[in-house]
């Protein structure tokens, strides 16, 4: 299944999750929270030193959005008069913010993965959170199970809202029993049957990132865009993101040419029968969605059927973009891919390795911004209203915003890829406007 944590931005190296790092914030940070995710209750009071630069803060307001339609929400329950309060927030009207992460996952790159996430979670609640909030950490161990176990424990502590878990089958499993006291979940995985009613899914997905780079094509003077994708769940997605931008007003979608990942002979017929079509003017643009390492066996027959980068406008994934093979693929000499505001990310980084004297990890930003979204809610009903704010957000990784859906959609830029690597060619947006 094609999930979140199978489809990392960046390289990273992330502490342990039962072993974070020595960092000048560390024993602080790990005060101001309620660990309560392997190993009981625990709380005391910490001060924050100087944050950096916030990283969240909303954006101009859209200025000609229309209403959106009503969103189809859980009903939310009474909120009990109880709830898990450490001593010294004694007396204080608390949120309750669960985070739910595999921290005893059987993979040690998941349990690493999850550490990190913790730790940016705990930056988030010093630079970004107040006095009335209470991060309680659960651990689901990467399983449906082990996410209904947690997020009942957490309501049972008064949670107002839960962040995470990480994996499809465990977000399912903590929004079917979120969902019926109407407590929201912000969750991590990038499959998208699991969101919706309450569960939103604040993660890395192909969708923006295709739907930026059709519009950045469409700028550009592209009027009809092809695919060529390994036929795999990446693609598939892919295509049909091109097919809604279509029938959405956007460039026309020609073709999807799909081939077995690793099959020569399928993708050299696949990449001849686009080059047919393209000879006879059926598109000007062409998204390819497989890896640089994959592209560069087939190299020589996309630049013998006139397909690279230098023959019309090629776009692809963020992916590129961190790979460091993509600059030594000359065919990819020249193509497009939209991704994350590397400005933001570079003030949450350097924040995260001032805490932690370590790196971030690929998902530890989508952390952050999930506990600083979460420092603005009350706990009550006027929450769907905050969450689903049409301006957004600006976040470690640029503008993004919670649609009733549940999908996020992003601000993105569009980087140009170059045998020394990629630079900007179109900034992040600092609003969302409306559009395909």
């Known amino acids: 299944m094609f999930d979140t944590f199978s489809f990392f931005r960046r390289p990273g190296n992330a502490p342990d999750a039962h072993r974070p790092p020595a960092g000048k914030l560390t024993a602080r940070l790990r005060n101001a929270v309620l660990a309560v995710a392997l190993a009981g209750l625990a709380a005391a009071c910490a001060s924050a030193p100087p944050p950096p630069p916030p990283v969240v803060v909303p954006p101009p307001p859209e200025p000609t959005a229309p209403e959106p339609e009503t969103p189809i929400r859980p009903d939310r329950t009474e909120v009990p008069d109880f709830g ?7 007396g204080r009207e608390l949120v309750r913010v669960a985070l739910l992460l595999p921290f005893t996952h059987s993979s040690s790159a998941v349990r690493t993965e999850a550490g990190s996430m913790l730790n940016a979670a705990e930056l988030a609640l010093f ?53 019926p006291r109407g407590i929201p979940v912000i969750a991590f995985s990038t499959d998208r049957s699991v969101a919706g009613t309450g569960v939103y899914l604040l993660s890395f997905a192909p969708e923006p990132e295709v739907r930026r780079a059709a519009s950045f094509a469409a700028s550009r003077g592209a009027t009809s865009i092809a695919l060529l994708a390994a036929d795999n769940a990446f693609g598939r997605r892919v295509a049909d993101v091109l097919r809604e931008i279509s029938q959405a007003g956007g460039p026309q979608f020609f073709e999807a040419a799909f081939y077995q ?6 993708a050299t017929a696949a990449i001849e029968r686009l080059a047919s079509a393209r ?60 991704g994350p505001d590397q400005s933001q990310h570079s003030a949450f980084a350097a924040a995260y390795r001032a805490a932690y004297s370590d790196s971030p990890s690929d998902l530890a930003s989508l952390a952050y911004d999930a506990v600083a979204v979460a420092a603005q809610l009350r706990g009550d009903d006027a929450d769907w209203g905050t969450l689903e704010n049409r301006s957004g957000y600006l976040g470690a990784d640029g503008l993004f915003r919670l649609p009733p859906d549940g999908v996020v959609e992003r601000g993105l830029a569009v980087y140009e890829l170059g045998p020394a690597g990629s630079f900007v060619v179109e900034p992040a947006p600092s609003r969302f406007n409306l559009g395909f």
């Open 84 to 90: 898990v309060t450490p001593p010294h927030m004694e």
């Open 127 to 179: 630079e970004r959170g107040n006095e009335s909030m209470l991060l309680i950490p659960k651990d689901t161990g990467g399983t449906r199970a082990g996410a209904e176990a947690a997020t009942r424990n957490a309501l049972q502590e008064g949670a107002d809202v839960i962040l995470g878990p990480l994996f499809a089958q465990a977000v399912s499993g903590a929004g079917s029993v979120a969902r």
């Open 261 to 266: 990942a690793n099959n020569f002979d399928q």
């Open 279 to 338: 000879a006879a003017g059926a598109f000007d643009a062409i998204y390819i969605s497989d890896s640089p390492g994959a592209l560069r066996e087939l190299s020589s027959v996309i630049r013998s059927n006139s397909l690279s980068a230098g023959d019309l406008m090629v776009l692809g994934p963020d992916s590129w973009r961190t790979d460091p093979q993509a600059g030594t693929v000359g065919v990819l000499d020249g193509a497009f891919m939209a």
